[in-house]
């Protein structure tokens, strides 16, 4: 069994920051690339950023320079800094991983959400 668990999500105003943070634990073997994504309400999930294990990054266009997504490998962590928030970034926000675990199955896992509310 494996899992993500996300936290750090609340309600902040405009221009603010929060930093979202994501554990996971379990049967790892390795995990490979690790992302975060997000749903408003109303729209399809959306890749906001992902990260590979040596540290390749890519972001959606309408986060980057205000979002750096990082991990820990040693932590299994990865996190999301958001800075210069904006009402648009409101969304739940799912962490995932795609890994092998200790059986050689290979696995993609989502987190349980966080949610995060941009609001004046």
């Known amino acids: 069994q494996v899992q993500l668990v996300e936290s750090g999500g609340g309600l902040v105003q405009p221009g603010e920051s929060l930093r979202l943070s994501c554990a996971a634990s379990?049967?790892?073997?390795?995990?490979?690339?690790m992302g975060w994504h997000r749903q408003a309400p109303g729209k399809q999930r959306e890749l906001v950023a992902a990260?590979?294990?040596?540290?390749?990054?890519n972001y959606a266009d309408s986060v980057k320079g205000r979002f750096t997504i990082s991990r820990d490998n040693a932590k299994n962590r990865v996190y999301l800094q958001m800075n210069s928030l904006k009402a648009e970034d409101t969304a739940v926000y799912y962490c995932n991983a795609d890994m092998y675990d200790l059986r050689g199955f290979y696995l993609e896992v989502w987190g349980q959400g966080t949610l995060v509310t941009v609001s004046s």
């Open positions: 990260i590979t294990n040596g540290g390749s990054t």
């Open positions: 379990g049967s790892i073997f390795r995990i490979n690339a």
